[in-house]
């Protein structure tokens, strides 16, 4: 299984199934819509990208609407950029670099997103 390296030890794609098998039975004992409405990872733990394509891909497998965090302040002094996946997986870089493997990972699972929402019936 893919490991992503985090401050607490090893979280796995395994882990990752776990947790949203939860969500995937939830959803089909209520035969509801799901959405995630936010979901990341800091740009520069170990593997983050492998993260956000495991993430992605088990919630594109079990049906759940999703969307990244992206977290930047509109303050000028406020240099906070550790959401930011627009700047890469370097912890030293503050400055947009796209595209980066998170970018590039985030952009392939966005290209899946065919379906669009529709007032018929509402």
């Given amino acids: 299984a893919n ?7 090893t979280f796995t794609r395994d882990d990752l199934q776990a947790y949203f098998s939860n969500v995937s039975s939830f959803k089909s004992s209520r035969g509801v819509p799901v959405a995630v409405n936010e979901f990341g990872v800091q740009r520069y733990q170990p593997n983050a990208d492998q993260y956000l394509t495991d993430s992605m891909d088990i919630m594109e497998s079990i049906g759940v609407n999703y969307s990244v965090w992206l977290w930047e302040s509109s ?25 980066n493997v998170l970018t590039t990972v985030i952009q392939k699972y966005f290209q899946k997103n065919t379906v669009r929402p529709s007032n018929r019936g509402f």
Avoid: K, Q
Wanted: without cysteine; proline residues 12%.
């Fill in 3 to 9: 490991s992503y390296g985090t401050s607490s030890g």
């Fill in 75 to 99: 303050d000028p002094d406020v240099d906070y950029d550790d959401f930011n996946f627009r700047r890469g997986p370097d912890p030293a870089n503050h400055t947009d670099a796209s595209p």
